[in-house]
């Protein structure tokens, strides 16, 4: 089965409020990057974490990865923030690196 | 910074032609990813490299796909005999030491 299972897979907010999506891991991860997929398919580093949460304005996000689960925190959002969220794990085996990506959470805010 | 540049970003092949697509990382980045996304499958890993070397190329199709890294600037993930499977945008990532990956715009691969 999937090794990362990320949820919601779609949410709408209102512009100024806030919601949280979550990323849970079957197998031990070493760290996880968040990204936002723009309307022109760029995908946006928002956070990398081995640990602990990272916050940068509106965005929070937090690794825990001994219960094998992340969370990204949207406050106050905004039209701009409309657009694909995904979750993406780095294996804990060894010195291999590769990302395994959620199935990402289209986030659409609204007026 | 330009970040990482992929060229083409948009290719048109015929089923059976050959595709090859072009990944140029940050500059004095060590490690190169390659991925793949659709609709169906998502973000797929397909294979990476560090200091040039091949590292691991497990989610590689094991037939028409090969990826070189012949300098520290470049690489290329070439595709022969396309087929209409193979549609996909191929995202090409780098990242020096601190492990976060910085992703190129991809290419846009249709096969007709």
């Known amino acids: 089965g999937d090794q990362v299972e990320q949820s919601p897979s779609a949410l709408s907010l209102h512009e100024g409020t806030g919601s949280a999506l979550r990323c849970n891991f079957t197998t031990t991860m070493r760290a996880v990057q968040w990204f936002q997929q723009n309307s022109r398919g760029s995908l946006i580093n928002l956070f990398y974490l081995a640990s602990g949460t990272k916050e940068n304005g509106r965005l929070k996000s937090t690794f825990n990865s001994k219960e094998s689960y992340s969370t990204l925190h949207i406050r106050d959002a905004q039209l701009e923030d409309s657009g694909t969220y995904f979750c993406?794990?780095?294996?804990?085996?060894?010195?291999?690196?590769?990302?395994?990506f959620g199935k990402g959470t289209l986030l659409t805010v609204t007026p | 910074n330009a970040g990482v540049i992929q060229t083409p970003r948009h290719k048109v092949t015929g089923k059976g032609q050959e595709a090859t697509l072009w990944c140029e990382p940050i500059s004095g980045h060590s490690a190169v990813f390659w991925y793949r996304q659709t609709i169906v499958q998502g973000l797929e890993f397909l294979t990476y490299?560090?200091?040039?070397?091949?590292?691991?190329d497990s989610g590689m199709p094991k037939e028409r796909f090969s990826a070189q890294m012949p300098n520290q600037s470049h690489s290329t993930l070439k595709i022969q005999s396309t087929q209409p499977q193979d549609s996909a945008v191929y995202l090409c990532?780098?990242?020096?030491?601190?492990?976060?990956?910085?992703f190129g715009p991809g290419t846009r691969l249709l096969v007709l």
């Open positions: 490299f560090r200091n040039q070397a091949p590292i691991d």
């Open positions: 993406a794990a780095e294996g804990s085996g060894g010195s291999n690196y590769k990302l395994t």
């Open positions: 990532a780098s990242t020096g030491g601190a492990n976060t990956q910085y």
